[in-house]
Nanobody, 124 residues
Framework: QVQLVESGGGLVQAGGSLRLSCAAS????????MGWFRQAPGKEREFVSA????????YYADSVKGRFTISRDNAKNTAYLQMNSLKPEDTAVYYC?????????????????WGQGTQVTVSS
């Protein structure tokens, strides 16, 4: 059973940065497309970013493009989300997710494994 554990969330002022990590265990990390999603109170879970199995392709939601960077280290079984120029509207619980499929997806229902989430709060 694959387990994903996020870390790195916290409270930061607007304009600041955070780096989220997602450590995987129990499976073959390099065989999963990895994604980051977020969910704010009262809102649906939304796509943030995804990265291909070998890290060669990345995808971003328009709302974070140019500010967030996704990466992965298959040797360490870890995915990352570097978040810069944070805004109050980035406040949410951030989840990492793993997808077994061949192609990237921005839909939560297409991901097979999920972490427990880490809170990111951006103050104005």
């Amino acid at each position: 059973q694959v387990q994903l554990v996020e870390s790195g969330g916290g409270l930061v002022q607007a304009g600041g940065s955070l780096r989220l990590s997602c450590a995987a265990s129990g499976g073959t990390f390099s065989s999963y497309i990895m994604g980051w999603f977020r969910q704010a109170p009262g809102k649906e879970r939304e796509f943030v970013s995804a990265i291909s199995k070998n890290g060669g392709s990345t995808y971003y939601a328009d709302s974070v493009k140019g500010r967030f960077t996704i990466s992965r280290d298959n040797a360490k079984n870890t995915a990352y989300l570097q978040m810069n120029s944070l805004k109050p509207e980035d406040t949410a619980v951030y989840y990492c997710a793993g997808r077994i499929g061949t192609y990237y997806s921005s839909l939560p229902r297409n991901y097979d494994y999920w972490g427990q989430g880490t809170q990111v709060t951006v103050s104005s």
